[in-house]
């Protein structure tokens, strides 16, 4: 009995648990049931329940017409109670009354659902009257366009001769200096020529004529280096008659003996060079052995230089070094001039004559195009618009703002000047816009004023009224430049915004400036 009791207070206990449990809240709420085609609507679902629930949202959230722009995460709010809310912004592009249907929503895998909306959704009127309209047009396929790839061919090939040019300088002065560490001294010049002599194969009377050619000539280079003796256009006994008289004067402490030896080579050179005599190959081995032993018996013979002598032999060396110094400068010169002159020519085929002066020598809204630009919110209507520098606000009469940067003298003018009128502009106004725009630029100088008007839309899809064309003005010096002018009317956020910008004709940097800030322009609509 007791355990059947205990059994049922426990089934109590555990139904009132459960039946205690609140069944979830959901409340639906738009911030508005009348809409335009596009506009938004903030659809905000709130489910309150006691206790933290698993909740799955439906894949099709909306039925059609209505889409979703944007759907935000759902956030937890824990209170007394435990919060959850998501939020969506939906529109619809179909004009009528539509009933908009809550999402399906699984709380802890039971569904639920709520109430339905009614919103209406408003056509937009188009003024068929005032608005040009034109068919749609069909796509036309535009070939790939490959005009200037012989630019960029051009422009490589510039480059690999400016780095060619650079790599061959460079290895040109590191091999003069090379060339001059290692530069050897006659008499080891003259010993390894002489080597070189042992390889010849001598078998005919042209053979020993050539090695004995060969000989002479080596020893008679080395004593014009060396000696400083006028060796190569002397006969034998012209040249053994200098050496003694160097011998004789002590300027070349040399023996008889070597003297008497080097003579009987040369003699026996004359033979072989005009009697066309043959010695045999011992005999020429000999002969150049003989050699050998003068040139090393005349380098011990030569005295130590003088300091005068050192002094000179410096001065000769620093001037030769200058000379060499010299020429590498001016090819290094003469590199660089041809290499910068072909880097001009390749830019001006790339870039254009313009562009390549205008970088070179520079020019003030090339500068202004290419600095990084301010965008800022100006008036009581808001406009936002970048620009070179911040326009800064001028006086004006009554409630209207007006915001300027630079003057009509400069290259580039901009004002924007706010009205505070919401009155829409009719056909009959278009003519007195005009004209105040007219006298506006003749208040600034203007003259010979040219005018053109068109419909447009910017980028960001505001209609604008443009007024363009050009005049003449006479600057402070008195000389006259033909300047454009573009005015752009918008009619936005409660009030009317003109933007006027003032630049040189012939100026095409300006006229990009003055693109670049009528691309900028951005309405966020109150």
């Given at each position: 009995m007791?355990?059947?009791?205990?059994?049922?207070?426990?089934?109590?206990?555990?139904?009132?648990?459960i039946?205690?449990?609140?069944?979830p809240?959901?409340?639906?709420?738009?911030?508005?049931?009348?809409?335009k085609?596009?506009?938004?609507?903030?659809?905000?679902?709130e489910?309150?329940t006691?206790t933290?629930?698993?909740?799955?949202?439906?894949?099709?959230?909306?039925?059609l017409p209505f889409e979703?722009?944007?759907e935000?995460?759902?956030?937890?709010?824990?209170?007394?109670?435990?919060?959850?809310?998501?939020?969506?912004?939906?529109?619809?592009?179909?004009?009528?009354?539509?009933i908009?249907?809550s999402?399906k929503?699984?709380?802890?895998?039971r569904?639920?659902?709520?109430?339905?909306?009614?919103?209406?959704v408003l056509?937009v009127?188009v003024?068929?009257?005032?608005?040009?309209?034109?068919d749609?047009?069909?796509i036309i396929?535009?070939k790939?366009?490959n005009?200037?790839?012989?630019?960029?061919?051009?422009?490589?090939?510039?480059?690999?001769?400016?780095l060619?040019?650079?790599y061959?300088?460079?290895?040109?002065?590191?091999?003069?200096?090379?060339?001059?560490?290692?530069?050897?001294?006659?008499?080891?010049?003259?010993i390894?020529?002489?080597?070189l002599l042992?390889s010849?194969?001598?078998?005919?009377?042209?053979?020993?004529?050539?090695?004995?050619?060969?000989?002479?000539e080596?020893?008679k280079?080395y004593?014009?280096?060396?000696?400083?003796l006028?060796?190569?256009?002397?006969?034998?006994?012209?040249?053994?008659?200098?050496l003694?008289?160097?011998k004789d004067?002590?300027k070349?402490?040399?023996n008889?003996?070597?003297?008497?030896k080097?003579?009987?080579v040369?003699?026996t050179?004359?033979?072989?060079?005009?009697?066309?005599?043959?010695?045999?190959?011992e005999?020429a081995?000999l002969?150049?052995?003989i050699?050998?032993?003068?040139l090393l018996?005349?380098?011990?013979?030569i005295?130590d230089?003088t300091?005068?002598?050192?002094?000179?032999?410096?001065k000769?060396f620093?001037?030769i070094?200058?000379?060499?110094r010299?020429k590498?400068?001016?090819?290094?010169?003469?590199?660089?001039?041809?290499?910068?002159?072909?880097t001009?020519i390749?830019?001006v085929?790339?870039?254009?004559?313009k562009?390549v002066s205008?970088?070179?020598?520079?020019t003030?809204t090339?500068?202004?195009?290419?600095?990084?630009?301010v965008?800022?919110?100006?008036?009581?209507?808001p406009?936002?618009?970048?620009?070179p520098?911040v326009?800064k606000?001028?006086?004006?009469?009554?409630?209207?703002q007006?915001?300027?940067?630079s003057?009509?003298?400069?290259m580039?003018?901009?004002?924007?000047?706010?009205?505070s009128?919401n009155e829409k502009?009719?056909?009959?106004?278009?003519?007195l816009?005009?004209?105040?725009?007219?006298?506006?630029?003749k208040?600034?100088?203007?003259?010979?004023?040219?005018t053109?008007?068109q419909?447009i839309f910017?980028?960001q899809g505001?209609?604008?009224?443009?007024?363009?064309?050009s005049?003449?003005?006479?600057?402070?010096?008195?000389?006259?430049?033909?300047?454009?002018y573009?005015?752009?009317?918008f009619q936005?956020?409660?009030?009317?915004q003109i933007?006027?910008?003032?630049?040189?004709?012939d100026?095409?940097?300006a006229?990009?400036?003055?693109?670049?800030?009528?691309?900028?322009i951005?309405f966020?609509?109150?």
């Open positions: 007791d355990k059947l009791r205990s059994i049922v207070v426990v089934f109590l206990c555990v139904s009132f648990q039946f205690s449990q609140q069944k809240v959901i409340i639906l709420e738009v911030d508005t049931t009348t809409i085609v596009g506009e938004q609507i903030n659809y905000k679902i489910i309150n006691d933290i629930v698993d909740i799955q949202w439906g894949e099709k959230k909306f039925l979703i722009i944007e935000f995460e759902t956030d937890t709010i824990k209170e007394e109670t435990v919060k959850f809310v998501k939020n969506f912004s939906i529109t619809s592009f179909e004009p009528g009354s539509f908009l249907k999402p929503i699984s709380i802890d895998n569904l639920n659902y709520s109430d339905s909306i009614l919103i209406e056509n009127k003024d068929t009257v005032s608005k040009k309209f034109f749609i047009k069909n396929e535009v790939k366009n005009d200037g790839w012989w630019k960029i061919f051009l422009a490589l090939i510039g480059i690999f001769i400016l060619y040019l650079v061959k300088i460079y290895k040109k002065i590191l091999n003069s200096n090379k060339e001059e560490e290692k530069l050897p001294i006659p008499i080891e010049k003259a390894i020529a002489l080597k042992e010849k194969d001598l078998k005919e009377q042209l053979d020993y004529k050539e090695y004995y050619s060969k000989l002479t080596i020893v280079n004593l014009e280096e060396d000696v400083s006028d060796a190569l256009e002397s006969t034998t006994d012209e040249l053994i008659n200098k003694e008289l160097l004067s002590g070349l402490s040399i008889q003996e070597t003297i008497e080097f003579k009987s040369l003699k050179a004359d033979l072989v060079k005009f009697a066309k005599s043959n010695p045999g190959v005999m081995s002969d150049k052995k050699l050998e032993k003068v018996d005349t380098k011990d013979a005295p230089p300091e005068e002598e050192l002094l000179k032999s410096k000769y620093e001037m070094k200058k000379e060499k010299k590498v400068v001016k090819k290094v010169v003469l590199g660089l001039l041809f290499s910068i002159i072909i001009f390749v830019s085929s790339f870039f254009g004559w562009n205008d970088t070179i020598i520079g003030p090339k500068s202004i195009l290419n600095e990084t630009w965008e800022s919110t100006y008036g009581a209507h406009i936002i618009i970048s620009t520098n326009l606000r001028i006086k004006s009469e009554g409630i209207n007006i915001f300027q940067w003057s009509i003298e400069e580039f003018f901009i004002s924007i000047k706010i009205i009128d502009t009719n056909q009959q106004d278009i003519q816009i005009i004209d105040e725009l007219i006298l506006e630029l208040g600034k100088g203007a003259t010979n004023i040219l053109k008007q419909d910017i980028d505001q209609p604008a009224f443009k007024i363009f064309g005049f003449d003005y006479l600057d402070q010096n008195g000389s006259q430049t033909r300047k454009e573009i005015s752009l009317k936005e956020n409660n009030g009317k933007v006027l910008m003032i630049f040189n004709r100026d095409s940097y006229r990009q400036i003055a693109e670049k800030v009528e691309k900028s951005i966020k609509i109150e």
